[in-house]
């Protein structure tokens, strides 16, 4: 049984949390280890399925290369707005709240907070990005985003409150700021288009037959 000091942390939350490190730490060795190395693998793996994407979207209009080139600056914008909630909330992290736990990773130092998961938000805006850039692969990132979150309460470093924070905030950075951030983008390769198309010689008159 783990105990925890749940001050400021929502009481469904612990409880959840509780429910899952007891499932994780009855768990045979392979699933723990493979679950404490699942997210770094995912988040790798969402990050190609983007550049798939986006490698897609480049073949397009001034829209489309404009989505595509834009479409890392505001998942960067997230893990920097997930870091700075981080200091603000100073929420501790559950396993070294814990009075008695027994959990599959490796508890982060003092200092690296809990609340948001950096990690969740990283693969929330993944995911999203990845699906306005193409519903198809988008379809197969949203699942892999989803478990690669969980992942961070299986193996005891978030509280379930933490993940879903940080897998909605960086959806919402992305929702509300790659189609803003690519609409003057659009526009900048629509002017390079026009200008490097070639100009018709209006000057040599009618062609005499």
Known sequence: MVEIGTTGVPEI????????VDVAADSPQPVQWFAAHFTEGAILLLGALLLVAALARLRGGPRDRAFALVSPVPVVLAYACSEWLKTVVDEDRPCRAATRAIIAGTCPPHG????????????????????????RIG?????????AAFSRTFVGVHYPHDVAAGALLGAVVVLVLLPVLA????????RRSDADRPVPDTLAGPTRR
């Open 13 to 20: 939350s612990a409880d959840w949390y509780q429910d899952i």
């Open 112 to 135: 690296d907070w809990s609340f948001p998961s950096n990690h969740s938000t990283i693969a929330g805006a993944l995911a999203v990005a990845t699906l306005l850039l193409s519903r």
């Open 139 to 147: 379809l197969v990132a949203l699942p892999l985003a989803a478990l």
């Open 183 to 190: 609409r003057p983008a659009a526009e900048v390769l629509r």
